[in-house]
């Protein structure tokens, strides 16, 4: 188990791959820059000279609100270099959800764009010192631009269990939690997430999801730099795009969630030449039709993980050949699970939904815990004499080799006259009937079955949206009886979060 800083991995990689690509940048307006390991290694530097001139250090974080660019990642390499940590958020985050993030963690720095400047200082009036607006473009970087401050060289200043970043949740059934990580979370997921692919210095990330999200942090440039492999980062996701930017960029590698997989189904344009990549991961229920139309654009049949913010690396994935579309694996090596019957707390049979708990060590393959929530974070670990469990809170069941496939947040399974019914099940399903974009399903209270999925439908087209009766028709050839949406409503689009989940708590009843 590693007990390493993240800072050391970045240097290691800096030493030992001086004249490899690290960093490719592809703006909006579709301008690309690039730097080698050494060239960022300089950048990092002046960056970790700005953040020490602005006060940060290991009682004085870092806000970032900005969207996909390369200051970001300078920032965050910077704050493992001289021992502060960064507070990564949505950029399109309201001025209330900031004055919120802020009043919790008291930055001393707050980076976000120029465009959303105002937004922002209005948010962290009277908190935040020191607000850095960027153009979050490749001049962000630049020797004498916004970060640049006297160059700080390896300083090692921190140790494996300091803290390097504050993430917040994306919220999808109540308020975020600050899950705290260490330097030696992001060590360790580097390695983990580099030996479950085989990664190797050759390979590059294509990352369009979020950079202040856990998924393109984890599961991409971390173990990236673990290797010495390179990142084609894009501004912006365009589902449209996705797949000539893939093939501009010249990516191996990709990382998705089931939703914005199926919006470049849906956006994609017709005869697009599919790619050649080597390996994508997905997480999140994708229907069997969606999977098998992505695997032939992509090149590569998607393999589906299972992991969370709290998590740090994945606990399992897909061990198949060839990898299918319903299951979400077995464990990884480095991982020891429990999958425990709620009913009566052993172990659930072949086929029983289970809760899914995770043997690890918090601050190094586990999070350390939640921000100033000593209750949530006690209830979350489960001291035994075999070490520490970390409760998921999601449901996953088991067939007889042991193979998982995920069922649903707790809360997201329902009993429907009796008979268990997975909500994020049922979206997967329906995202796949004709004239769907795609789908939320809630429970209902009902006066004879207790409670009854209903479905809130997004149209494919607009100008011709699917009728109730079709869909209802649908359903009753594709899904089960207890499964099938008792109502169904067309709406304009879902809440969702910024890497597609939907919030289902925000859905108007």
């Given amino acids: ?56 250090g290991a009682e004085a974080p870092v806000h970032v609100a900005l969207r996909n660019c390369p200051a970001f990642v300078a920032v965050w ?37 120029a465009s959303r400047a105002e937004v922002y200082r209005e948010g962290a009036d009277g908190v935040v010192p020191v607000v850095v607006a960027l153009a979050e473009d490749a001049t962000d970087v630049a020797d004498g631009g916004p970060l640049s401050g006297v160059p700080v060289g390896e300083t090692a200043p921190s140790t494996p269990t300091d803290r390097l970043a504050v993430m917040f949740t994306s919220g999808t059934t109540s308020a975020p939690k600050g899950v705290i990580l ?87 344009p017709e005869g697009e030449p599919p790619l050649a990549l080597e390996h994508v991961w997905f997480a999140q229920n994708l229907g069997g039709d969606h999977y098998e139309q992505f695997a032939r654009l992509a090149g590569t049949r998607p393999r589906q993980l299972y992991g969370m913010t709290e998590t740090v690396a994945v606990v399992c994935a897909d061990t198949h050949r060839p990898y299918r579309h319903d299951v979400i694996g077995s464990a990884l090596p480095e991982r020891r699970i429990r999958v425990e019957d709620r009913s009566n707390g052993d172990i659930a049979g072949p086929g029983v939904p289970g809760e899914l708990s995770v043997l690890g060590t918090p601050g190094i393959d586990l999070f350390a815990g939640y921000l100033d929530d000593e209750a949530t ?32 947040r707790v809360d997201d399974v329902i009993k429907v006259s009796g008979e268990n019914v997975s909500l994020t099940e049922v979206e997967a399903a329906v995202a796949q009937a004709p004239g769907v974009l795609e789908v939320a399903v809630v429970a209902l209270p009902d006066p004879v079955r207790d409670v009854v999925p209903v479905a809130y439908v997004v149209a494919r087209d607009p100008a011709n949206p699917p009728t109730a009766e079709s869909l209802a028709h649908w359903a009753s050839l594709n899904l089960t009886p207890a499964a099938r949406p008792r109502k169904w409503h067309l709406i304009d689009e879902l809440p969702r979060t910024s890497v597609g989940k939907i919030r289902r708590f925000r859905i108007p009843r």
């Fill in 1 to 56: 188990m590693s007990a390493q800083t993240f800072d050391r991995l970045w240097a290691d990689a800096v030493r030992e791959h001086p004249d490899r690509l690290f960093l490719v940048f592809r703006a909006e307006t579709g301008e690309m820059s690039e730097w080698t390991y050494a060239e960022f290694n300089a950048v990092v530097a002046r960056t970790a000279g700005m953040l020490r001139n602005g006060g940060a």
């Fill in 77 to 113: 390499l910077a704050a493992a270099r001289i021992g502060t940590w960064i507070v990564p958020v949505d950029p399109a985050s309201a001025a209330r959800d900031i004055a919120n993030q802020v009043e919790r963690v008291r930055p001393v720095l707050g980076i976000t764009a």
């Fill in 182 to 268: 260490t330097q030696a979370n992001y060590a360790t997921v580097a390695t983990t997430m580099a030996r479950a692919v085989d990664l190797q210095a050759r390979h590059r990330w294509h990352v369009t999801l979020p950079l202040f999200h856990a998924n393109a942090q984890y599961y991409c440039i971390a173990p990236a730099i673990a290797v010495g492999a390179s990142v084609a980062l894009s501004a912006v996701f365009s589902a449209s795009g996705w797949v000539p930017q893939a093939r501009e960029l010249g990516a191996t590698h990709a990382s998705l969630f089931a939703a914005p997989i199926r919006m470049i189904l849906a956006r994609c």
């Fill in 377 to 408: 974070t006690m209830k979350s670990f489960r001291i035994t004499d075999e070490g520490i469990w970390f409760n998921t809170g999601d449901l996953v069941s088991a067939d007889s080799d042991g193979v998982l496939r995920f069922v649903g």
